[in-house]
């Protein structure tokens, strides 16, 4: 590890033990990472930001009575299905840090991102919808020589304006091939991580297969610099801490807060687990095992940011989102109950653990809330969080704010959501839409994805729930009059699990029935016809051989 790197980490740990010398309390911090206990003046927790004082124990409000602006902290996981959390009921994970911070704050138990990474990453940052900007196809692959499109503005551009330092930790995937795509030139003053989809978590090696040739390179950044020969062998998720942790002890100047997207390569492949100081020790038993691992890593590094906000004052007056880019994937993750995997339209493709968690003077806090919720909605509500007006953003943001929900628990202004749209031929081929109780997915989401997928662990436990029944699986069903296209519609309301599609066996209810279903039905088919006006072209382009790995670690070539 860098020598800088490991002294910002003993100074942090330094400052605790200090700040528990001088108050004379005493607390244990338990850090999984290196298994030691830190002893540290926290009161119950780290968690307990509601006893937050500056070092000389004044309130961390400005002296002068005039509000601060929150730091924002917003952290993204990759691939972490609903139940890989250990707030979630059926989860056979454990995160201490994570649940402390879920059950102190708000948690979001309709929260809902893409089916896959580069879309969640592009409707996050622009506040769009993916098929709005032609980012909703697929992700931005090695050798593609495309982004995020440039004349879309992003959340860390308006973040800017308000005064905010931006920071991008982890990983970007918008796009690489010219230096314009990266985040230095999207609004953000610093990135430190890797620009594609994953890397090796040690050797920070991204390897993959494109048109039968295999390739392998190097894929981690300080800006415009690649720095992956520097950091070898040190694990990718505590190398983000790190730099985290680095950017909140080097902001000296109090009155500019700052906003750090932390996107974290965790969970995501390949399984990678740290195998040193103990506890992750001879993990090789399954690639589950490794996910839960992976997981764990994260949960650790979290609770070690936030003791740096707490030792520097900050914790206090910082919102700290956290989040997932999609559902888990099928063997590793755990989305149970909710049907389907990443990269499906169903529940446990795009429904993501959420939680938010701040300043009690802008805040309520210790609650679930049922809002509804999609990721590009963060723009709008984390802008006017930070004192912005709603008014001075893009008029086609399709992203709600939801500043008045989580403030004062009022209604959330979404009341429908478009889980995705794909055209062919200007006709619509597969969607999905839902309002506050009804969905419809139009397209099949294949024979192999459309599964309740769970853990050994659950499997041991209670064969039964894994093991659905033939109608269960039945997917969708042709409508009359459209025998080339299938439809599912549910009641999310009493049925969030998708198992009973209402358009089975439609002729066997009583009349009212079948008229309220197809009332139903059309209403939501209409709703994604309208915003089928709304899909852009898509900007995915082919593989230029200009992008090997010769010149894949530089930028420019395309």
């Known amino acids: 590890m860098p020598l800088y790197v490991e002294w910002m980490r003993w100074l942090a740990i330094s400052l605790v033990v200090l700040t528990a010398f001088c108050q004379g309390g005493e607390g244990v911090l338990t850090d999984n990472h290196s298994s030691r206990k830190v002893t540290?003046?926290?009161?119950?927790?780290?968690?307990?930001?509601?006893?937050?004082?500056?070092?000389?124990?004044?309130?961390t409000a400005a002296d002068n009575g005039k509000p601060q602006k929150p730091h924002i902290l917003f952290i993204l996981a990759d691939d972490m299905g609903w139940n890989d959390v250990s707030w979630n009921s059926w989860s056979d994970i454990d995160t201490p840090n994570l649940s402390g911070l879920a059950r102190r704050g708000i948690i979001f138990n309709q929260s809902y991102a893409q089916a896959s990474c580069s879309p969640s990453r592009a409707a996050l940052l622009s506040g769009r919808y993916p098929f709005t900007i032609g980012m909703h196809v697929s992700t931005v692959d090695p050798l593609r020589p495309y982004g995020l499109p440039t004349d879309v503005p992003l959340l860390s551009n308006y973040l800017q304006k308000l005064g905010y330092s931006t920071h991008a930790v982890g990983k970007w995937h918008l796009g690489f091939c010219k230096k314009e795509y990266t985040p230095t030139y999207r609004?953000?003053?610093?990135?430190?991580?890797?620009?594609?989809?994953?890397?090796?978590?040690?050797?920070?090696?991204?390897?993959?297969k494109i048109e039968g040739n295999s390739y392998?390179?190097?894929?981690?950044w300080r800006n415009l610099k690649n720095?992956?020969?520097?950091?070898?062998?040190?694990?990718?998720?505590?190398?983000?801490?790190?730099?985290?942790?680095?950017?909140?002890?080097?902001?000296?100047?109090?009155?500019?807060?700052?906003?750090?997207?932390?996107?974290?390569?965790?969970?995501?492949?390949?399984?990678?687990?740290?195998?040193?100081?103990?506890?992750?020790?001879?993990?090789?038993?399954?690639?589950?095992?490794?996910?839960?691992?992976?997981?764990?890593?994260?949960?650790?590094?979290?609770?070690?940011?936030?003791?740096?906000?707490?030792?520097?004052?900050?914790?206090?007056?910082t919102l700290v989102v956290f989040t997932s880019d999609n559902g888990g994937t099928e063997h590793e993750g755990n989305n149970y109950p909710l049907r389907g995997i990443k990269t499906t339209l169903y529940e446990g493709g795009m429904?993501?653990?959420?939680?938010?968690?701040?300043?009690?003077?802008?805040?309520?806090?210790r609650y679930t809330t049922n809002a509804l919720m999609h990721i590009s909605d963060w723009f709008p509500t984390l802008y006017s969080l930070a004192g912005g007006s709603v008014k001075d953003l893009p008029d086609d943001l399709t992203g709600y704010d939801l500043s008045e929900t989580i403030i004062r628990q009022a209604p959330s202004p979404r009341k429908e959501l478009v889980y995705n749209i794909q055209t062919k031929e200007g006709k619509l081929s597969s969607g999905a839409i839902r309002d506050t109780k009804w969905k419809?997915?139009?397209?099949?989401?294949?024979?192999?994805?459309?599964?309740?997928?769970?853990?050994?662990?659950?499997?041991?436990?209670?064969?039964?729930?894994?093991?659905?029944?033939?109608?269960?699986?039945?997917?969708?069903?042709?409508?009359?009059?459209?025998?080339?296209?299938?439809?599912?519609?549910?009641?999310?309301?009493?049925?969030?699990?998708?198992?009973?599609?209402?358009?089975?066996?439609?002729?066997?209810?009583?009349?009212?029935?079948?008229?309220s279903i197809l009332q139903t039905f059309q209403h939501l088919q209409g709703r994604l016809q309208h915003y089928q006006s709304l899909v852009k072209s898509s900007v995915r382009k082919k593989v230029m051989k200009e992008g090997d790995p010769w010149q894949y670690s530089k930028l420019g070539w395309c």
């Open 40 to 59: 540290a003046s926290y009161g119950s927790s780290f968690n307990d930001v509601g006893k937050d004082k500056t070092r000389d124990g004044s309130n």
């Open 187 to 208: 609004g953000f003053d610093s990135f430190y991580g890797f620009h594609g989809g994953h890397i090796g978590y040690f050797h920070h090696n991204n390897h993959y």
């Open 216 to 220: 392998h390179h190097t894929d981690f």
């Open 227 to 317: 720095i992956g020969d520097k950091v070898k062998g040190e694990y990718t998720t505590f190398l983000l801490a790190d730099e985290v942790i680095g950017r909140i002890f080097n902001h000296s100047d109090q009155s500019k807060p700052f906003f750090i997207y932390l996107a974290f390569s965790a969970p995501h492949g390949p399984f990678q687990a740290p195998g040193k100081d103990g506890l992750w020790d001879g993990v090789r038993q399954s690639s589950r095992k490794l996910f839960e691992a992976m997981i764990s890593a994260m949960d650790t590094a979290v609770g070690r940011i936030m003791k740096a906000l707490r030792a520097n004052s900050m914790l206090k007056n």
């Open 351 to 365: 429904r993501v653990p959420t939680f938010l968690l701040g300043p009690r003077s802008i805040l309520k806090r």
């Open 440 to 515: 419809l997915i139009m397209g099949m989401q294949g024979k192999n994805r459309n599964r309740w997928y769970c853990t050994m662990p659950l499997l041991q436990a209670n064969a039964s729930l894994c093991t659905p029944t033939k109608h269960d699986l039945v997917q969708a069903m042709p409508v009359k009059g459209r025998s080339q296209t299938t439809f599912s519609l549910f009641d999310l309301e009493s049925d969030p699990s998708e198992g009973n599609n209402l358009l089975v066996g439609l002729h066997n209810r009583n009349h009212s029935e079948q008229h």
